[in-house]
C-alpha cells in the first residue's frame, strides 16, 4: 500500500485544518486500521488518532481529544483528520501509517506515508 498524506500549512492558533491520507495499491479487508502520528523537532513521534478500516472504531490521543475527529471515506481509501482549536503545540510533521492487523486498539503498523508539516502560529 502506497499513502500521500496531504493539507498541512501554517495557521493561527485556535484555527482549523484538514489532513488528507489517500491509500493506493494493496485494500483493506475485514482488519486494519489507518493512523495519524506526528513528531514535533527534537521530540519523538507520537500517536495521535486511528480508525479502524471497517468498523469505524477510533481512538485519540488525550492531548487531542475534542479537539480532532478522525474519519475515513471507505470508496476513496481515504482517511482525514479535522483538527481544530490548534494550539502552537500541535505543530509537528503528521504522518500517516497503516496496519492489517487484528490488534485493536494499539495495533502496530507497517506501512507509513511521508509527512505534511502543520505549523501553529501563537
Known amino acids: 500500500v502506497q499513502l500521500q498524506a496531504s493539507g498541512g500549512g501554517l495557521v493561527q492558533s485556535g484555527g482549523s485544518l484538514r489532513l488528507s491520507c489517500s491509500a493506493s495499491?494493496?485494500?483493506?479487508?475485514?482488519?486494519?486500521?489507518v493512523g495519524w502520528f506526528r513528531q514535533a523537532p527534537g521530540k519523538e513521534r507520537e500517536f495521535v488518532a486511528a480508525?479502524?478500516?471497517?468498523?469505524?472504531?477510533?481512538d485519540y490521543a488525550d492531548s487531542v481529544k475534542g479537539r480532532f475527529t478522525i474519519s475515513r471515506d471507505n470508496a476513496k481509501k481515504t482517511v482525514y483528520l479535522q483538527m481544530n482549536s490548534l494550539k502552537p503545540e500541535d505543530t509537528a510533521v503528521y504522518y500517516c501509517?497503516?496496519?492489517?492487523?487484528?490488534?485493536?486498539?494499539?495495533?502496530?503498523?507497517?506501512?507509513w506515508g511521508q509527512g505534511t508539516l502543520v505549523t501553529v502560529s501563537s
Open positions: 501509517a497503516v496496519t492489517y492487523s487484528i490488534l485493536w486498539p494499539n495495533p502496530p503498523y507497517n506501512y
Open positions: 480508525i479502524t478500516w471497517r468498523a469505524g472504531y477510533t
Open positions: 495499491g494493496r485494500t483493506f479487508g475485514n482488519y486494519g486500521a
